[in-house]
Every structure is written in structure tokens, then in C-alpha cells.
């Protein structure tokens, strides 16, 4: 069976949408990424990954794959029939990667990042200035479409789904972008989105508590 090594609410969760959404089981593991611990295992996470980052899937064949963007297609190939990912030589496919590259670097790295393992002692001042800026093409792009890629949603919504999600405790309203806004309801309307994130979210609560 395939397993994910995870935070609750951290960037894996697009994992765990991806997974459900592909309707396939997996084995969970909770890190605790400020200890680099593992809840159920042994506890070093360092020996699961030496870069001590969610997410890791675990291939059936023992292998292990990190990078959100290598984890999600990699899923999304599993189940072609869902239609998760286009398929590979269709254009559609680069526009998947495309998006994905965006989400991970431009608004992942670029703002959630500093903004939630950072204090805030000035140095956010750019990153905040430039998000605004970063979600206007998202917003733009979604005004007259229904998902990112294509007709259909993918796992590159699954991962600006997870990133819009994380708008709110990084202090940015994502009201200002209504396509943004609109999109990430219409996200989490989606049976699979909305147990993964209900899940998470209630773990993440019990971590906090
Ligand atoms: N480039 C990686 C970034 C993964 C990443 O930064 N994950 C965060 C959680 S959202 C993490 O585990 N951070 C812990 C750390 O970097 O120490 C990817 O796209 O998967």
C-alpha cells in the first residue's frame, strides 16, 4: 500500500486530496516537522527523508518520491481514468506543470513559507507586497474557467486549493481576488477535498491543543 508522510495542513495535504480524489488507500504517517519526528514510527523523520520536508510517498516498490509537484503527478498516474493529470505529450500536461511550479515556488516558497517559519521582523515586508502581485495571475486566469488546466480539476488544483486555504492564517484576505475567492469554495465543495481538509484540520487542532 502506497503511504504519505504528512503535517496536518502543510503543503501534503494536496497529497492526500490527490489521493482521494484518486480513490486510492493509503497508509498515513504525522510529522511533527519542528522536531522532525514521526508520531507512529520510530521517530526520526531525517531517515525517511534527508530533507526533512512533507510531503514522502512510499511507492508500493518500498521507493520513496518527495516534491509536491513529482508526488501529485506520480499519483495522478495512477488512476489515469480520473483524469487527475493530463496525459504525457498533450500540451495540457506542461500547463499542469507550469501551475504546479507556480503554486510550489511563487507562492509556497516565496510567501507561505517565510511567512509561517519566520518571525516577522521586517523581512516580510517584500514577500507580503509580492503575493498580491503573484495572485493576481491565478485570479486572472480563473475568471472565465472552472479549474486551472483544462475542463476538468487536477492535481494542480489540489495544490492551489491547499495554498489558498493557508491565505487566511497567513494574513492575507483572499476576498480581494472574487475568482480566487469563488474557486477556492467551489474547491472544497468537492466530497474528497472537503474530508481531506476536515481530517487534517482536526488532527492539526489535537497537535495544537
Ligand atoms: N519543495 C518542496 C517543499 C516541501 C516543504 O517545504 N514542505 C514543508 C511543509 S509545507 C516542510 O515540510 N517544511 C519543513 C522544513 O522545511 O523544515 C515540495 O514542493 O514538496
Redesign the pocket.
Known amino acids: 500500500m502506497l503511504q504519505l508522510y504528512f503535517?496536518p495542513m502543510?503543503?501534503?495535504l494536496a497529497s492526500r486530496i490527490a489521493l482521494m480524489e484518486a480513490g486510492l488507500d493509503a497508509r498515513y504517517h504525522q510529522?511533527h516537522?519542528a522536531t522532525?519526528s514521526v508520531a507512529d514510527g520510530d521517530g526520526d523523520f531525517h531517515e525517511i527523508s534527508s530533507?526533512?520536508?512533507?510531503?514522502v510517498l512510499v511507492l508500493e516498490n518500498g521507493e520513496r518520491l518527495?516534491?509536491?509537484?513529482?508526488?501529485l503527478q506520480y499519483i495522478a498516474d495512477l488512476k489515469p481514468e480520473r483524469g487527475l493529470a493530463p496525459r504525457p505529450g498533450d500540451v495540457d500536461r506542461y500547463r499542469l506543470q507550469e501551475w504546479l511550479s507556480f503554486v510550489?515556488t511563487e507562492i509556497?516558497?516565496a510567501f507561505?513559507?517565510p511567512t509561517?517559519?519566520y518571525k516577522d521582523d521586517g523581512s516580510l515586508a517584500k514577500p507580503r507586497a509580492r503575493i498580491v502581485q503573484t495572485l493576481s495571475v491565478p485570479a486572472a486566469h480563473l475568471k472565465d474557467r472552472e479549474f486551472l488546466v483544462g475542463d476538468r480539476f487536477t492535481v494542480a488544483d489540489a495544490h492551489l486549493a491547499w495554498a489558498l486555504l493557508l491565505l487566511r492564517p497567513a494574513g492575507v484576505d483572499v476576498k480581494q481576488w472574487p475568482t480566487l475567492a469563488a474557486y477556492l469554495e467551489r474547491m472544497q465543495a468537492r466530497p474528497a477535498v472537503r474530508e481531506a481538509i476536515a481530517t487534517e484540520a482536526a488532527l492539526r487542532k489535537t497537535v495544537a491543543a
Open positions: 503535517s502543510a503543503c501534503s510529522v516537522l522532525k530533507k526533512g520536508a512533507v510531503p518527495t516534491e509536491c509537484a513529482a508526488v510550489g509556497h516558497k507561505l513559507f509561517f517559519w
